[in-house]
Structures are given as C-alpha cells and as structure tokens.
C-alpha cells in the first residue's frame, strides 16, 4: 500500500476516490513511567521509554488505516496524516488518517 502525505502522486493518475480511512488507539502511560517521566523533567532529557511507546502506537495505527483501506480495495492512501491528543490527564490518542484511493501508473 502506498501512503503519501501530498495530494497526488507523480506519474500516476487517481482513477477512484474511495474516501476516508484512520486507524486510531489509545493508550495510556503506568505510574511508573509517570514516575520516571516527572523525575527526568526535572533535568531535562529525552523520556526514551514514553518516546519508543509513541512510535510503537504510530506503527499501531498505520497498520489500522492501511487495513481499513485495503479492505475497501484502495492501492493507495493520500493526504496522510498523525493526530495526536490527551485525554482524562493520562490518556493519550494516536490517530492515522487519510484518503483511500485507486491509482493507475500514467502511459
């Protein structure tokens, strides 16, 4: 599956617009890494561990859009983007989202 963040994609033509597709989790951190996370912002630094937790949901959530797109016959997915939000203080939402499509290479 292609995923592009442009609009189009250059020697293809868009043959059909399927519509919308996200993939989309929620997490949410333990006390422990809370802990660690405010004691490490006392001295600054990167928070490694919340930092691997968030690419591994980003990784979550592009295999969700991509499902959701091949399952509606897209070749490609457009105008990707990443959402992110905090929820109840502790909670944080991971969003993937973009526009399924057909593509044909252009002769």
Same mark, same amino acid.
């Given at each position: ?15 059909? &617009?399927?519509?919308? &597709?996200?993939?989309? +989790? &929620? $997490?949410?951190?333990? &006390? ?25 949901? $980003?990784?979550?959530?592009?295999? $969700? ?18 959402? +992110? ?23």
């Amino acid at each position: 599956m292609l995923i592009s963040t442009m609009n189009d994609i250059p020697g293809h033509e868009i043959t059909e &617009v399927i519509g919308e &597709v996200f993939g989309l +989790t &929620v $997490r949410s951190r333990n &006390v422990g890494s809370q802990i660690g996370a405010g004691l490490k912002s006392l001295v600054g630094g990167e928070l490694k561990g919340m930092t691997k937790n968030l690419a591994a949901s $980003r990784e979550e959530v592009i295999q $969700r859009m991509v499902e959701e797109a091949a399952a509606k016959g897209a070749d490609a997915v457009l105008a990707f983007r990443f959402d +992110t939000s905090e929820m109840g203080g502790n909670w944080t939402e991971i969003c993937a989202y973009g526009t399924a499509v057909k593509i044909a290479r252009r002769a």
